[in-house]
């Protein structure tokens, strides 16, 4: 039980890093940075420092098991943010898909 739950708390730090390596990505995009800005290089770095994260995750689950995890942190977070920080509208359309979404990943987890 503690090898798993090692495994859903670097799959959980992974998440954490990802996201923040979005919106880093997401702050250039919509301010129209170039390639080589501060805010793009943070969300590549970013992105390089998750798969080290990832690959301990995995040493610890399985994989199924860390993507349904990683799946349901992410999906969440990055649409509160997207709706809180920078403005987007979600509809009934994005919450039904959330809903959906979220649902597969239920039941993906209770098989894993």
């Known amino acids: 039980m503690t090898h798993l739950l090692f495994g859903f ?5 992974t998440a954490l890093v990802v996201i923040v390596g979005d919106t880093a990505l997401k ?4 301010g129209d940075q170039p390639m ?5 290089a943070l969300g590549c770095i970013l992105y390089a420092v998750s798969a080290l994260f990832w690959f301990f ?3 610890h689950m399985t994989l199924v098991q860390a993507g349904v995890a990683y799946s349901m942190i ?3 977070a990055l649409a509160l943010i997207g709706a809180v920080w920078f ?6 359309r994005e919450y039904a ?7 597969a990943m ?3 987890s209770r098989v894993a």
């Open 9 to 13: 708390g670097f799959t959980f730090i």
């Open 27 to 30: 702050y250039a995009a919509d």
């Open 36 to 40: 080589w800005s501060g805010f793009v």
């Open 57 to 59: 995750a995995m040493q």
């Open 74 to 76: 992410t999906l969440l």
């Open 87 to 92: 403005g987007g509208a979600l509809h009934a």
């Open 97 to 103: 898909g959330l809903a959906c979404a979220l649902t």
């Open 106 to 108: 239920v039941l993906l």
